[in-house]
């Protein structure tokens, strides 16, 4: 059967470029220039891949797989794109759900080869952060690149993903719970229950931020 693939892209350059590498591949396209078009194909279809632009105009992609998450409509593996590469970006598109992360331009084997992957893994996130794209600068120290065995439950997986995410996310903003809830969409309290459960301790400062 063939496998159906929503482009979701604000730029009609990269759905036109991305619809025809994918339809000589086999695979049937749709396309979607925005976050409302995208929405309503999902209420009426369920496509075997999603490839998710994160910056779009009207709502990004981050915002429309947390959508997705909430309204339980995430059954399909969401590829997300990006111009703009951070691994702050990769890991929160990864701690939503998505499935992998190709920052463009994108190359046309690397496309091939993650789709392919994506589609075979089904919706079960890859709890990876692609070495190309999103390694940890040198320059953070007591950091290395983020990678997670693969074999692991899912559970185990994402609470292995966690830990390195809010570790991360500690030694990057110094201990300061605050911006550290805020980048990562959760409540203060919430935070210091999660870093508990993780067995993350607060990095005590002069200033007293968790106080």
């Not at 990562?184 to 968790?210: C, F, M, N, V, W």
């Amino acid at each position: 059967m063939t496998k159906e693939i929503l482009v979701v892209d604000d730029e009609v350059g990269i759905r036109e470029l991305l619809s025809e590498i994918l339809f000589d591949e086999g695979y049937r396209i749709h396309l979607a220039e925005n976050a409302e078009q995208a929405r309503k194909f999902r209420d009426q279809h369920q496509p075997d891949l999603v490839l998710l632009d994160i910056w779009m105009p009207d709502t990004d992609g981050l915002a429309l797989l947390k959508e997705w998450v909430a309204q339980d409509k995430l059954s399909m593996p969401v590829i997300m794109m990006s111009g703009h590469g951070t691994i702050e970006t990769a890991m929160e598109a990864m701690r939503i759900g998505a499935a992998d992360f190709l920052e463009k331009p994108i190359a046309l084997q690397k496309l091939l080869g993650t789709v392919a992957k994506a589609i075979q893994r089904g919706s079960v996130p890859m709890m990876q952060v692609e070495a190309e794209t999103a390694a940890i600068p040198a320059d953070d120290e007591g950091c290395a690149q983020v990678s997670l065995q693969l074999d692991l439950p899912l559970r185990e997986a994402r609470e292995q993903f966690d830990s390195l995410y809010f570790n991360y996310q500690m030694q990057k903003e110094n201990g300061n719970i605050s911006r550290i809830a805020e980048k990562a969409g959760i409540e203060r309290t919430h935070l210091y229950r999660k870093l508990k459960q993780l067995g993350i301790k607060p990095i005590k400062k002069g200033s007293g931020d968790h106080q």
